[in-house]
């Protein structure tokens, strides 16, 4: 082997390090996922990287925040208002951001989105692609309207040519889709393998910072949920954004699990149509649409997405288990909440549902972890069990203690704004929120201390 050279093994998983092979990572307990990768014992990328940037570490000198501010350009807004939202308001020059999500949601037609607004506020943008060529690029940006000549392409995997490139058109915004595609000629080992996937984030980062030019990277995510090759990945970035969503409904989430800028677990709502991803002003409506009339089993509940309230449906059906063992699922909620609930009821109301097949949904495919739901669970399955329609005008949250006693939540004043601008009539909430929500008018509000109190209502 070449001196300089030295082999270690990464976990494929989550990018744990071991000088010798484990049939299990220590790290993240996954089975089978180490890889042999030559890595270059000098770190090739932290000299080159820097003296390649223009900021040749002799010359660095330090500043004071004073100066900071005045070189630097505040944020800018990329023009959909969605993305901006879950950015922290706008664009961050030299900014890195990474875009994960699974193949197939649409995080290619985001960022030519993205790269159509910017180039259309006539700001130079440059668009990498490592995985389609430029004619399936242009069908693509064909579907999603005109472009201005401020948008330049190029479809490249190698790491030098991308650096060089950049470093000559010096554009303010550049996109590379994906960084599993990138190869740098320093790792011997493939494309999309740990030590490339960190090499190639840690070149970008170097121009990012020091040119100032926002980059973009576009990066898959396994099966896990983690984008391949991986929690390096997200240590190295500014921001880090899921694009999520349900691979038979039309809507994606745009979410914000790690921000530098900004607040966190903000979401954006698109949905895809025919010409490229549309905004979703009204994300309530939006998840309501198809919302059954007088059907038992069926509440509004509202939750909130970083710090936007969206009304959802939570559905329940009950019905006599034709097995000695009764059966629970969960879909977009958690199983053991539900199972939790379920006990509350047995025990603190005497409801007892220990025959009874039990399946709660979340409508929409959307996943709610929030305990604001857990009221709207319990009148769901009170309603299906009972068979009692409840009134479709109200809408419900809090959550719900193992003594059955119903807790304030956070934010109640948002929520129950958004049931009122939705045209519901009613609300039922934890008394511990009723102080928060003194003055709001034009909505019944019901302060509750016990799930007892709250299921007397649904009559
Ligand atoms: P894409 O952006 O290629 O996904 P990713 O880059 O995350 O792998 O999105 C591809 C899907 O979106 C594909 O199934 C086709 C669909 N699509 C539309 O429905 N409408 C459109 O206008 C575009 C461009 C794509
Ligand atoms: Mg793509």
Not at 339 to 359: F, H, P, Q, T, W
Request: proline share 3%.
């Amino acid at each position: 082997m070449a001196k300089g050279k030295k082999t270690v093994y990464f976990c494929q998983n989550c990018g744990h390090e071991e000088n010798k092979w484990l049939g299990q990572c220590p790290a993240c307990k996954q089975w089978n996922t180490f890889v042999e990768e030559e890595v270059v014992a000098s770190a090739g990328s932290a000299g080159k990287g820097r003296s390649g940037t223009g900021q040749s570490s002799g010359q660095a000198r330090a500043v004071t925040l004073a100066q900071i501010e005045k070189e630097r350009e505040e944020r800018y807004t990329s023009h959909i208002a969605e993305l901006d939202r879950v950015l922290g308001g706008g664009i961050v020059p030299g900014s890195l951001v990474l875009v994960g999500g699974d193949p197939g949601i649409g995080k290619s037609t985001l960022l030519l989105q993205l790269c159509q607004k910017l180039a259309g506020d006539e700001r130079d943008v440059l668009y990498i692609s490592g995985e389609e060529s430029l004619q399936q690029i242009k069908m693509r940006a064909m579907r999603i309207g005109s472009f201005t000549d401020h948008l330049k392409l190029m479809c490249e995997t190698s790491l030098d040519t991308v650096r060089a490139t950049i470093e000559r058109e010096k554009p303010q915004v550049v996109v590379i889709d994906s960084i599993q595609t990138m190869y740098s000629e320093l790792v011997s080992s493939a494309p999309g393998s740990v030590s490339q996937v960190r090499e190639s984030t840690n070149v970008l980062l170097q121009i990012a910072k020091g040119l100032g030019i926002t980059i973009f990277i576009v990066g898959h995510v396994t099966k896990e949920g983690q984008v391949a090759g991986p929690r390096v990945l997200e240590h190295m970035v500014d921001t880090v954004l899921y694009f999520e969503g349900d691979r038979y409904a039309t809507y994606r989430l745009l979410r914000s699990v790690k921000n530098r800028f900004g607040p966190t677990h903000e979401i954006g709502v698109f949905e895809m149509s025919s010409d490229g991803l549309r905004e979703v002003a009204n994300p309530s409506e939006f998840m309501l649409e198809g919302k059954p009339d007088a059907a038992p089993g069926s509440v509004v509940v509202c939750c909130m997405e970083g710090t936007r309230p969206m009304l959802v449906e939570v559905q329940a059906l009950a019905t006599r288990t034709s097995f000695g063992f009764p059966r629970r699922t969960a879909s977009g909620c958690d199983f053991n909440r539900i199972n939790l609930l379920i006990a509350v009821l047995s025990k603190r109301l005497g409801i007892d549902m220990s025959d009874e097949d039990a399946y709660v949904n979340i409508a929409g495919g959307i996943r709610l972890n929030e305990p604001a739901i857990d009221l709207g669970i319990v009148l769901a399955l009170v309603s299906s069990y009972r068979n009692k329609v409840i009134d479709e005008n109200m809408m419900v949250f809090g959550e719900v203690g193992l003594s059955g006693e119903v807790r304030g939540v956070t934010m109640p004043e948002q929520r129950v704004l958004e049931a009122r601008k939705m045209g519901y009539t009613t609300c039922i909430l934890p008394q511990a929120s009723m102080r928060a929500v003194k003055g709001v008018t034009g909505i019944e509000l019901i302060g509750v201390r016990h799930i007892g109190e709250a299921v007397a209502k649904l009559s």
